[in-house]
Every structure is written in structure tokens, then in C-alpha cells.
């Protein structure tokens, strides 16, 4: 059996002996950083594990399918944000599940930039691809309040943007699948997003 770190036992206050393979899984999430938590998260996309994991403002947090917990806590200053820019369909959420949100747009380039409302900083300008679930992460400083706009060439609807000021505090969304991509000249999107408040979780 692979030894775990010191410090990864200390956190679950586990022994090596009789461990299971769950135990040790949640030893080893409980060691990784913050930033490595979500990759994680990611790793386990859609597993068959029964494994959720889902991102707070404070903490990346997994689930094992026998209710075992880990959770890995995000530094004050930063905030998680996950953000899925869409064009015809999207779904109400408000902590992101990496192992499971899935957005619409999936593989596509768009152009993106957040600035910070209050004084007027550029923290984001630069040319983005959608992830394989549709969403684009971003680590930002937390308790600001960030204007975000995207720009998506659409191959059917052309040049589309969404804008959206997103807060980062501690009881802030970090699923944001609320930012439609409409056309430039502010005319009726094609389609609505599905019913459901912003609040909403997975």
C-alpha cells in the first residue's frame, strides 16, 4: 500500500492500518492545495464513483459515495469563480460541482476581460477556452466586485457578449450560468434560460 503523507493522515486523524481505499482517497484530497482541489474536482468529472465535489467561497469541499467528507479551505483573499457563457440554454446553480456542471458551450474561444468596479482595475483581459464541461475558471481576489464581459463569435448568431458584475465575497455564487451571450445590437435573444433562481445548488 502507497504511504500517505504525515499530514495527510494528521488531518483525518487516521492510522495506515485497515485504511480503505475511500479513507485514503479523502487523505489525499485533504493534502492538496486549494487550487489543486478543483483540478481534482475536475479529474473526477462525471466519475462512477459516486465523488461530488463542490467549490464554497471558503473551501473546496468532496464527498465520497459512503458520506465521507474532505475539504480544503481557500485562502481569504482569493475567490473561486466558474463561470459557463451561454447562448441557448443554461441551468440555475450557485456553488460550482466541477464533477458534475456541465454548460453549453464546450471547447470555444471567446475573448474576456474583468474589471474591478470600484477602482477601476483591469484583472482579466485575454482570450479564453471553454473547459470540457462548458465552464471557464478563474481565480480572483475576493471581496471585490468584478465587471465581467465575454465575446463569442457564434458560428450561427455572430458576435454575441455577456456582461454581468459578479460579486466575490464570502456568500457569493462561485457557478455562474446566468451570463447569456446576446447580439451586439441588443436585440431578443433566440431562447431562454430554464426557470430557477440564481441561489440555486446542485
Given at each position: 500500500?502507497?504511504?500517505?503523507?504525515?499530514?495527510?493522515?494528521?488531518?483525518?486523524?487516521?492510522?495506515?492500518?485497515?485504511?480503505?481505499?475511500?479513507?485514503?482517497?479523502?487523505?489525499?484530497?485533504?493534502?492538496?492545495?486549494?487550487?489543486?482541489?478543483?483540478?481534482?474536482?475536475?479529474?473526477?468529472?462525471?466519475?462512477?464513483?459516486?465523488?461530488?465535489?463542490?467549490?464554497?467561497?471558503?473551501?473546496?469541499?468532496?464527498?465520497?459515495?459512503?458520506?465521507?467528507?474532505?475539504?480544503?479551505?481557500?485562502?481569504?483573499?482569493?475567490?473561486?469563480?466558474?463561470?459557463?457563457?451561454?447562448?441557448?440554454?443554461?441551468?440555475?446553480?450557485?456553488?460550482?460541482?466541477?464533477?458534475?456542471?456541465?454548460?453549453?458551450?464546450?471547447?470555444?474561444?471567446?475573448?474576456?476581460?474583468?474589471v474591478d468596479i470600484e477602482s477601476g482595475e483591469e484583472?482579466?483581459?485575454?482570450?479564453?477556452?471553454?473547459?470540457?464541461?462548458?465552464?471557464?475558471?478563474?481565480?480572483?481576489?475576493?471581496?471585490?466586485?468584478?465587471?465581467?464581459?465575454?465575446?463569442?463569435?457564434?458560428?450561427?448568431?455572430?458576435?454575441?457578449?455577456?456582461?454581468?458584475?459578479?460579486p466575490t465575497f464570502e456568500d457569493s455564487r462561485t457557478?455562474?450560468?446566468?451570463?447569456?451571450?446576446?447580439?451586439?445590437?441588443?436585440?431578443?435573444?433566440?431562447?431562454?434560460?430554464?426557470?430557477?433562481?440564481?441561489?440555486?445548488?446542485?
Open positions: 500500500m502507497k504511504k500517505l503523507t504525515l499530514s495527510a493522515l494528521l488531518i483525518l486523524g487516521l492510522s495506515a492500518c485497515g485504511q480503505s481505499a475511500t479513507d485514503k482517497q479523502a487523505a489525499e484530497f485533504a493534502a492538496l492545495d486549494h487550487q489543486a482541489a478543483v483540478l481534482q474536482g475536475h479529474q473526477w468529472y462525471k466519475n462512477d464513483e459516486g465523488i461530488v465535489v463542490r467549490v464554497h467561497p471558503d473551501r473546496v469541499n468532496a464527498i465520497f459515495a459512503d458520506g465521507t467528507e474532505a475539504s480544503v479551505a481557500i485562502p481569504e483573499e482569493q475567490f473561486y469563480l466558474s463561470i459557463a457563457p451561454w447562448a441557448t440554454f443554461t441551468h440555475p446553480c450557485g456553488n460550482h460541482v466541477p464533477t458534475g456542471c456541465t454548460g453549453e458551450l464546450i471547447g470555444q474561444t471567446m475573448h474576456m476581460s474583468a484583472i482579466l483581459n485575454q482570450m479564453i477556452t471553454t473547459q470540457h464541461d462548458g465552464f471557464i475558471d478563474f481565480w480572483v481576489p475576493a471581496k471585490r466586485q468584478l465587471a465581467f464581459t465575454f465575446h463569442y463569435e457564434h458560428p450561427e448568431l455572430g458576435l454575441l457578449e455577456a456582461k454581468e458584475v459578479l457557478c455562474i450560468t446566468t451570463m447569456q451571450l446576446k447580439p451586439m445590437d441588443g436585440s431578443a435573444p433566440v431562447h431562454q434560460a430554464e426557470a430557477g433562481g440564481h441561489g440555486h445548488h446542485h
